[in-house]
């Protein structure tokens, strides 16, 4: 009897993490797909990403597909990870009370719709990589509760009838879900979570290669200073030699030069000598 309970307790925990996990993958991308909607038209959305320096160089190939489709079949498609780095980049609202991925969640009293855009990437990513598959009620109903709340808030942001948002959330809080709904949801969870640590294994891989190329640059560019260095040193050793040998012809001129000079200076003394002697001869 006691291991009953015990199975129905755990399909419980376990039909509620597919409940938050429905909310994280579906209900809240429906509403940010909207949001974007009103705030950047998709006839606007490649002009305005392509001319946007940071989206322009760092969105994947998927991401870019769904954005050249975008016309055609609008944000049906855009997860919240995506959605979030357009608002942010695009500027779309204004920035979370403490800044776009601040290390510290916005607090109860922070309430713009840049604090609950942050609030849902934190959430979803929360539930996307808690490690316990199962979720007591006393859990779901903290993580219902902080849903309502954002939705309500949007709601109010995006001009729609109260409870518009709300009311799926409470609805999926607490209808009934067969273990096939419930078990398809989980996957989906998995397939996510999956996919993620893809990405950020991949975004790992290419910061360690951007990484060693710095590393590599950095040495070239000692390696080059270096060469320059030696080379100037080298200049500057020949042009030392050149002008000590320009030193040594000047000091031989002038040893020269004051031979002469000594020479010269001897005969003319001998002159005066012989102009001497020759005068008083005359006398």
């Not at 050149?242 to 040594?248: A, F, S, Y």
């Amino acid at each position: 009897m006691a291991s009953s309970s015990s199975s129905v307790v755990s399909g419980s925990w376990l039909t509620n993490y597919a409940r938050i996990g429905h909310a994280a993958q579906q209900l809240f991308p429906d509403i940010l797909q909207e949001l974007i909607t009103i705030k950047e038209p998709p006839q606007r959305l490649s002009h305005d990403v392509n001319t946007n320096w940071y989206l322009s160089k760092h969105l994947g190939s998927g991401e870019w597909s769904m954005i050249n489709d975008v016309v055609k079949k609008g944000y049906t498609n855009f997860d919240i990870p995506l959605i979030y780095k357009l608002v942010r980049n695009l500027k779309l609202v204004l920035p979370p009370t403490q800044g776009w991925d601040h290390s510290s969640a916005p607090c109860l009293t922070e309430v713009t719709t840049g604090d609950d855009l942050e609030r849902i990437r934190r959430l979803r990513n929360e539930i996307l990589h808690r490690g316990n598959a199962q979720v007591t009620d006393t859990e779901l109903s903290q993580f219902f509760t902080q849903f309502k709340d954002i939705a309500g808030r949007l709601e109010t942001y995006m001009g729609k009838q109260t409870r518009e948002f709300v009311d799926k959330f409470t609805y999926l809080e607490t209808c009934c879900m067969d273990e096939e709904t419930s078990n398809m949801y989980i996957r989906r969870l998995e397939s996510l979570k999956k996919r993620d640590e893809d990405c950020q294994k991949r975004l790992h891989a290419v910061e360690e290669d951007v990484d060693a190329l710095k590393k590599k640059n950095q040495t070239e560019g000692l390696e080059k200073t270096a060469k320059e260095h030696s080379k100037q040193l080298g200049d500057c050793k020949r042009e030392i030699n050149k002008l000590g040998e320009i030193q040594t012809q000047h000091i031989e001129r002038f040893e020269d030069l004051k031979q002469k000079t000594d020479s010269m200076k001897m005969k003319v003394e001998e002159h005066g000598k012989e102009m001497k002697e020759f005068k008083e001869k005359q006398q």
